[in-house]
């Protein structure tokens, strides 16, 4: 069993429990430590990647959104940097959207 299915089946059983009822201060509590953990874990993320575009959007006079369109529109160079700002940015967005589910729950 993988790691994944592993930790879909362990969802699953705590749904199943609430489901069912079964409401526990720990869960409730448990589960919260667990999202505010994988928040601020995300929040340090989204600051180290911006800090790592700003050093582009510095380099470069442009903001890293203009240039993401620009590159990906072919009207920019191939050049290293572009690249590595390309895959930083779309870091950056993943983790966005990441810290928008994990924001939309709360604490």
């Not at 203009?66 to 690249?83: S, V």
Request: glycine share 6%.
């Amino acid at each position: 069993m993988t790691t994944q299915s592993r930790f879909l089946d362990q969802l699953q059983v705590l749904n199943a429990l609430y489901q069912r009822g079964y409401h526990s201060d720990i869960m409730e509590r448990s589960l919260a430590k667990i999202i505010d953990l994988e928040r601020s874990q995300a929040l340090q993320q989204a600051s180290d990647l911006q800090a790592q575009l700003q050093v582009y959007e510095t380099r470069y006079q442009m903001s890293s959104d203009t240039f993401y369109q620009q590159f990906n529109a072919g009207e920019l160079g191939d050049g290293m940097d572009f690249f590595e700002w390309s895959a930083f940015y779309d870091m950056w967005q993943s983790v966005q959207t990441r810290l928008g589910v994990l924001q939309s729950i709360g604490s």
